[in-house]
């Protein structure tokens, strides 16, 4: 059985950083793109960041680029978003995904997914 769990989620202040983890079971973690979407209320979900399995490409959403680090660290089963000069707008539910082999921006792709963390950014 496949498990995301993520965590790191909580609340802080517009300028401020969070670091998420997603620990991840239940699949060969090398074989599978990892990503990060966000779902803020009454939105849609949207693509975040996404690592490749070996870690080697990433990529990003261009409202987070040059803000947000995805990384991951084969030897932990566990991918990260470190999130850093954080904007209320950034206030979403944060979930991992998981996708068997190439990278994807596309939600409807992922084949797992977590429960989410809450990240909420205030003014």
């Known amino acids: 059985q496949v498990r995301l769990v993520e965590s790191g989620g909580g609340l802080v202040q517009a300028g401020g950083s969070l670091r998420l983890s997603c620990a991840a079971s239940g699949l060969t973690f090398t074989t599978y793109t990892m990503g990060w979407f966000r779902q803020a209320p009454g939105k849609e979900r949207e693509f975040v960041a996404t690592?490749?399995?070996?870690?080697?490409?990433?990529y990003y959403a261009d409202s987070v680029k040059g803000r947000f680090t995805i990384s991951r660290d084969n030897a932990k089963n566990t991918v990260y978003l470190q999130m850093t000069s954080l904007k209320p707008e950034d206030t979403a539910v944060y979930y991992c995904a998981a996708k068997y082999g190439f990278t994807a921006t596309v939600a409807n792709e992922y084949d797992y997914w977590g429960q989410g963390t809450q990240v909420t950014v205030s003014s």
């Open positions: 690592v490749s399995p070996k870690g080697g490409r990433t």
